[in-house]
């Protein structure tokens, strides 16, 4: 069966410390693959997405993600988290044969302590 | 980019009515999907609303109970009916992603059910 998976529910990190959020899929076909972050009462805003070519994606705010194939992976890192970047983070898998349609993990929440 | 606009951005309504929620878009876009995010929870894909036809629910959704209009190719709504308190979530418009863009999202309509 198809999944999106982010297996840390929470991450509490030090402002200034390294981020990671992790993102595994199971897919027949290498998919689309995004990240969103969404802060309290915010809608959702794309951090950055791989459709192909490099591996190594750059986005917004900082962060950049790593698409893995040999693990199925595309985690998300930020080298020095910033107090804004408490919020809700969502790792999002979408196929062409699908008509691009989203399906989203469970969400990380991170939480920046001073 | 797209712009998406979302009508009511939140409400609170009593249970066993109907809400209508309005997704205007700034261009003309070939699918509309609807997602879910249920408190605290990720998001999950009611339906895809093409122009001209009727919309495409996921599985454990219904048109009786999220009936979905698609007039022209930049408006969409999205009916919730017979409410109940279950059915209090976010509810987010989105449009297509296709290769080398993004998906963009209203900013969601908070629903309340009392």
């Known amino acids: 069966a198809q999944s999106v998976t982010q297996p840390d529910i929470h991450i509490t990190v030090s402002e200034g410390a390294s981020l990671e959020l992790r993102c595994n899929y199971s897919?027949?076909?290498?998919?689309?693959l995004f990240w969103y972050v969404q802060s309290p009462g915010q809608g959702l805003q794309l951090l950055l997405k791989?459709?192909?070519?490099?591996?190594l994606v750059q986005g917004i705010k900082g962060f950049e993600a790593e698409f893995k194939r040999s693990q199925s992976s595309f985690n998300l890192r930020k080298p020095s988290v910033h107090w804004s970047d408490a919020a809700e983070y969502f790792c999002?898998?979408?196929?062409?044969?699908?008509?691009?349609?989203?399906?989203f993990g469970a969400g990380t929440t991170v939480t920046v302590r001073a | 980019s797209a712009v998406i606009s979302q009508k009511p951005s939140r409400d609170i309504c009593q249970r066993g009515t109907s809400l209508t929620i309005q997704c205007q878009v700034d261009?003309?876009?070939?699918?509309m999907f609807w997602y879910r995010q249920q408190p605290g929870q990720s998001l999950t894909l009611i339906a895809t609303a093409n122009q001209g036809s009727e919309a495409t629910y996921e599985s454990g959704f219904v048109i009786d109970k999220f009936p979905i209009s698609r007039p022209n190719l930049t408006f969409s709504t999205l009916t919730v009916s017979n409410m109940s308190p279950e059915d209090s979530s976010i509810y987010l418009c989105?449009?297509?992603?296709?290769?080398?863009?993004?998906?963009?999202f209203g900013q969601g309509t908070r629903l309340t059910v009392v």
């Open positions: 897919y027949g076909a290498t998919p689309y």
């Open positions: 999002a898998v979408g196929l062409a044969s699908n008509d691009y349609k989203l399906s």
């Open positions: 261009s003309q876009v070939t699918m």
């Open positions: 989105s449009v297509e992603a296709r290769q080398n863009t993004e998906a963009f």
């Open positions: 791989y459709f192909s070519g490099d591996t």
